[in-house]
């Protein structure tokens, strides 16, 4: 059975440094394969895992769109798009990844979109673990990826400003009528103490509090050199934290599934 955490939360709060430095912690700790989900039109996903990727689920998309008179015969046009999802994923060392790309392409209609929402989590259920690295709004979450996680963390900075962006998730999420299990906030790029205020916010929006990732100036000078993050050292302070991240989330996992 697979456990799918989503990572969401504000612009640039860290959700695409955080996916990875989890990803690198559950392989150190043997918990692959895991798949990786670019669900970020940006993709960027690639770039900080140190893997590039090759074709997105919305190129693909729109390449249906013209080929699907060309489906060979014998096969049907989900097991045709089937076919060319299943070869969109790149196989890294004990991870996969999958880019979504655009959520919707000039000409994708209802059918095709609905189908490759099928096959996108027909995909995911084969891995027990996938981690979706989201954009700021839940586009893809509501369109070509899975509607159900078991977790989604929401990354906020340590500003209200921050906060304010995941309470708007949390809305879409409601709004979107998105299955989610559970929630979990991480504040991440961390200075110094959170303000009573922003911990007054945390309680009023009922947000559990799972973790305060510090800034860590070695993210911020691999990042500048274009190093991914996948060489943080283990020393390094928001390895150390990421690190209490994945016992917690891991715990969450066996209860979910015992
Ligand atoms: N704990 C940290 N300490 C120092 N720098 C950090 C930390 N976390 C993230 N950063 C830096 O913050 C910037 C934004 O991080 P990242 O790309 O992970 O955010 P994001 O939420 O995925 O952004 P986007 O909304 O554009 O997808 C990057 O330059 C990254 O190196
Ligand atoms: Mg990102």
Redesign the pocket.
Known sequence: MSYIIA?A????????????LLIKELLRRKQGPVLAVDA?P?A?LGE?LGVEAKTTIGSICDQALGSMSQVPQGMSNGEFLEYHIQSAVIEAGGFDLLSMGRPEGAGCYCYVNNLVRKLVDKLIKNYPLVVL????GLEHLSRRTTRQADLLLL?SDSSLRGLKAVSRVVELVKELKLDIRDYGLIV???IGELSPRFMDHVDEQGLKLWGI????????R???EGIP?MRLPAEA??AQVVSRLADKLLLEKSEAHS
């Not at 690295?133 to 700021?136: G, L, P, V």
């Not at 990732?213 to 911020?220: G, L």
Request: hydrophobic share 35%; aromatic share 0%.
């Open positions: 990572v939360g504000k612009g640039g709060g860290g959700k695409t440094s955080l996916t990875v970020d940006n960027n900080v690295d989201n954009e700021a990354i991440n790029r961390s990732v510090p800034h860590d100036d070695t993210i911020a691999l990042d500048a993050l302070p928001a």
